[in-house]
């Protein structure tokens, strides 16, 4: 009898200590996503940094909702990449409508490099990329990594999805109007809006595809592992900074004046991202499939994107004031010296678990 009393209290204390674990890991998630996507990038300035509050009710509950989903229907990153890009386009079109409000592009409509019928198409783009990757899979990526023994498993209940859902709702329209009311106003006054036509397609594209990837798509998300050894955890690094760099050229071009570049056609520029992500999706494929591919490798790459987030961001912030300057830089070393101190945890890890098996 006093053995099962015991044995049930050592029950729920484990059982405790694992629900407190993955409550941890779902709250480490939704703070480390707009770190990871506005933070380092430097649209979150040292003055302004209370915007990470509500934007953590945004991407960091997306985050988690889309990391929660794509575990309960088993499936991998494939899911978890497109479900990204379904938030992205929210995010562009219908939270905060960036890509399609001309005065946050000057000079707007015409004269604008990639407007055109009522669009941003290159900013649309490189955006919708970018939010998806830093904002989504990058932070689940990481987090999942910081607690290895929850990578599989679900971090909140039916009842946590929900509220979830519920804050996700609440705080992007928060986000939306605190946009539209006092951060756009920024740009100049305008008597324009957008319309409701493009918030509906935006909608439909949306709905297509979420319904496309969760209804349509396959199951597993098993992977097979290739026969050759994957390629040192530096060099993964930096074939992810240049990838990364590369991409906020697509992004700078989408605030250049087209009068600056007579007789380009936008169109370039659009193909020419879009093959960009396309060959580095299918070259990180090949190479995260090669026998030894490990957390370091998974580090390496979002350390790699992230270096090249925060040198792109300080187009972002080469205007700002002294103080914000200042704090992006602070923002960055804090940031890099994080990510040394995790690759050297996670050495330490993987020689801990190669001396159990050769003790084995």
């Not at 934007?55 to 990153?77: H, K, N, P, Q, S």
């Not at 000079?107 to 919708?128: D, E, K, M, S, T």
């Not at 199951?219 to 690094?237: H, L």
Request: hydrophobic share 55%.
């Amino acid at each position: 009898m006093m053995g099962n009393e015991v044995s049930n209290i050592d029950s729920g204390i484990l059982k405790a200590e694992s629900n407190w674990r993955s409550l941890a890991s779902a709250a480490v998630l939704i703070i480390i996503s707009p770190i990871l996507a506005e933070l380092l990038m430097g649209v979150v300035h040292l003055t302004n940094i209370w915007l990470l509050l509500p934007e953590m009710g945004v991407y960091g509950f997306a985050a988690l909702i889309i990391r929660e989903t794509a575990r309960r229907c088993d499936r991998g990153w494939g899911t978890i990449l497109l479900l990204g890009l379904a938030y992205a386009i929210a995010e562009e079109c219908i939270i905060l409508q960036t890509s399609l409000t001309p005065q946050f592009f000057p000079p707007a409509h015409a004269g604008n490099f990639g407007w055109a019928y009522g669009v941003q198409w290159i900013y649309l783009v490189a955006l919708v990329w970018y939010e998806s990757v830093y904002a989504i899979v990058l932070p689940i990526y990481l987090t999942e990594m910081l607690f290895p023994s929850r990578r599989n498993e679900q971090w909140i209940d039916q009842r946590g999805f929900n509220i979830s859902v519920v804050v996700f709702v609440l705080s992007s329209i928060g986000v939306w109007w605190l946009w539209t009311h006092v951060g756009l106003l920024k740009f100049g006054e305008s008597t324009y809006q957008v319309p409701f036509s493009h918030i509906g397609i935006a909608v439909v594209v949306i709905a297509l595809i979420v319904a496309g990837t969760l209804f349509l798509g396959q199951g597993s998300k098993s992977e097979r592992k290739g026969k050759r050894k994957a390629w040192a955890p530096w060099i993964i690094g930096i074939m992810a900074f240049v990838h990364g760099l590369i991409w906020f050229v697509l992004i700078a071009l989408a605030y250049v004046p087209a009068d600056k570049i007579p007789g380009a056609n936008p169109v370039v520029p659009i193909v020419a991202g879009l093959v960009w992500v396309l060959a580095g999706l299918l070259i990180f494929r090949s190479l995260s499939h090669k026998q030894g591919w490990q957390d370091r490798h998974r580090l390496a790459v979002i350390f790699g994107l992230s270096l090249a987030g925060m040198i792109g961001g300080i187009l972002v912030v080469i205007k700002a004031s002294p103080v914000d300057r200042i704090g992006k830089l602070v923002f960055d070393v804090t940031a890099i010296v994080l990510f040394v101190y995790v690759g050297h945890q996670l050495k330490k890890r993987m020689k801990a678990i190669s001396k159990e098996a050769a003790a084995d």
